[in-house]
C-alpha cells in the first residue's frame, strides 16, 4: 500500500498535469505541446528522454542497472469535438478535446513516472529498466494508415522489450475500480467506405434515372442481415454506418450515394465473413443496374491480453490498492491500437474506472469528464506493475 500513499501525495501535482493537458488538446500526430510537457517532466525525474518517436511521440528510460525492459504506455491525442463543458480547465482549442481520457493516462503515467524515479532513489526499484510510452495517435491514422502505435513500433520503441502495460480511464465504472481480463479484451476494427451509383434525372421523372438513395436501401438492407444471418451467433460481430451522403437537391434524383463506416471482430474467421458478406451487399446495387463499389481498410487488431503478465499486474493491483476494488473487465466491441504493441510483447491493458457519481459522463461526447480521484490510482498501479515486472517477469 506505500505505493498508493505515495501517489496520493502527489494527487495535486497529477491533477494540475492532467488539467493542463485537458485545457490545451492537441490531434492525432499534432502532439507537440503535449509532448513538450511530457519532455521536459521526464528530464526532471532523472529520465533519457527521446523526442519525435513514431512523429510526435516521447519515449523516458529510467535504468537501474542490467536487466530486463518493462515498458508502459499512454497515448495523448485528442478528438475533433467541441467541449460543452464549463469547467475551468475546459479546452481552450476550438473544435478539439479531450474527450476520451488519454489527457488523464498522460497524468497517470507522468505521476508512475514520479513513484519509479523516487523507488530508484530510495534503492527500492528492482534491477533493469523502465521505459515509458507516451504514444500519439491512438485516435487517427496518417496517410499511410499507420496509428501512433504503428509508428512508434516502426521507430523501435518496442526493441527488447519484455512486457507492456497500459491503462485506458473507464467513466461508467466507478472510481478507483481496476479491471482486468486476460485473453481477448477489446474488438478488432477496419474501416469501411462505399458508394453506390445510380443515374441522376429530374425528382418528377423518376423513371428516366436510377435512384441511388433507392438502391443504398438495398444496399443497407443486406448489410444489416449479415450478422444476423452469416455469422455464427455465438460470435461478436458489429457492422455500423455512421455517415451516409448522397444527393444535392430535394427534386434531384441522387446519382451517387457516399458511406463509411465500421466493422467489429474477434475472431480473424468472422473478419473475412464480414469482409466478404459487405462485397456481396454492395453487389446488390449492381444486380439492380446501378453500380455500388467498397474499400475496407484494415485497422487494429483485437486486444488481447497475454494471461500470465495480466495476472501477475492483477496481483501488483491488488497489493496496492484495496482488493475489493480489482474486478474483471467485461469484453467490449471497442478497439484500441495497444493491441499492435501487445503483439510485440506480452501485453496488459487495463481499465481505470473514473465515473463521475450520479453525472457519469461517456466517451466520445462533447460533455465528457472524469473524476479525478483515479488519477493517483492509475499512477500506482502503473509503478506497481512495472516494479513487479521488473522483479518476476
Not at 92 to 119: P, T
Not at 171 to 180: D, E, H, I
Not at 265 to 276: A, G
Amino acid at each position: 500500500m506505500e505505493l498508493i500513499s505515495r501517489a496520493t501525495a502527489l494527487a495535486p501535482e497529477i491533477r494540475d498535469i492532467r488539467r493542463d493537458i485537458h485545457a490545451h488538446p492537441e490531434l492525432s500526430f499534432q502532439e507537440t505541446r503535449t509532448a513538450g510537457v511530457v519532455a521536459e517532466r521526464l528530464r526532471s525525474l532523472g529520465y533519457d528522454v527521446t523526442t519525435a518517436v513514431g512523429i510526435t511521440g516521447c519515449v523516458g528510460e529510467l535504468t537501474n542497472g542490467s536487466g530486463r525492459i518493462v515498458a508502459l504506455r499512454a497515448d495523448m491525442d485528442a478528438l475533433p469535438i467541441q467541449e460543452a463543458n464549463d469547467a475551468p480547465y475546459r479546452s481552450r482549442n476550438e473544435g478539439v478535446m479531450h474527450a476520451c481520457g488519454h489527457d488523464a493516462h498522460v497524468a497517470c503515467l507522468l505521476g508512475a513516472a514520479q513513484l519509479l524515479s523516487e523507488s530508484k532513489q530510495a534503492g527500492t526499484l528492482p534491477k533493469g529498466k523502465i521505459r515509458l510510452l507516451f504514444q500519439p495517435s491512438e485516435e487517427g491514422t496518417d496517410e499511410e494508415n499507420l496509428g501512433g502505435a504503428q509508428r512508434m513500433i516502426a521507430d523501435r520503441a518496442m526493441e527488447d522489450v519484455a512486457a507492456i502495460v497500459g491503462l485506458h480511464v473507464d467513466s461508467t465504472a466507478p472510481v478507483g475500480q481496476v479491471l482486468f481480463r486476460e485473453g481477448p479484451m477489446m474488438a478488432g476494427n477496419d474501416t469501411v467506405r462505399g458508394i453506390v451509383r445510380g443515374v441522376t434525372s429530374h425528382a418528377a421523372i423518376p423513371h428516366e434515372g436510377l435512384d441511388a438513395v433507392v438502391l443504398t436501401a438495398q444496399v443497407i438492407n443486406a448489410v444489416q442481415q449479415i450478422v444476423s444471418r452469416r455469422v455464427d451467433p455465438l460470435e461478436p460481430a458489429v457492422i455500423t454506418f455512421g455517415k451516409i451522403r448522397g444527393g444535392t437537391k430535394e427534386n434531384i434524383l441522387s446519382g451517387e450515394v457516399r458511406l463509411e463506416g465500421t466493422l467489429r471482430y474477434f475472431n480473424p474467421e468472422v473478419r473475412d465473413i464480414l469482409h466478404e458478406e459487405l462485397r456481396r451487399a454492395f453487389a446488390v446495387a449492381d444486380a439492380l443496374g446501378g453500380e455500388g463499389r467498397i474499400e475496407i481498410r484494415a485497422g487494429n487488431p483485437p486486444v488481447n491480453n497475454d494471461a500470465q503478465l495480466t495476472e501477475l499486474v492483477r496481483e501488483a493491483a491488488n497489493s496496492t490498492v484495496d482488493p475489493q476494488s480489482v474486478g474483471r473487465a467485461a469484453q467490449i466491441m471497442g478497439a484500441e491500437d495497444f493491441a499492435y504493441l501487445a503483439r510485440e510483447a506480452p501485453g496488459c491493458f487495463f481499465w481505470l474506472g473514473a465515473m463521475i457519481e450520479d453525472d457519469p459522463r461517456f466517451h466520445h461526447h462533447p460533455r465528457f469528464d472524469i473524476d479525478e480521484r483515479c488519477l493517483p490510482t492509475g499512477a500506482a498501479v502503473l509503478a506497481a506493475a512495472a516494479q513487479k515486472a521488473l522483479s518476476e517477469w
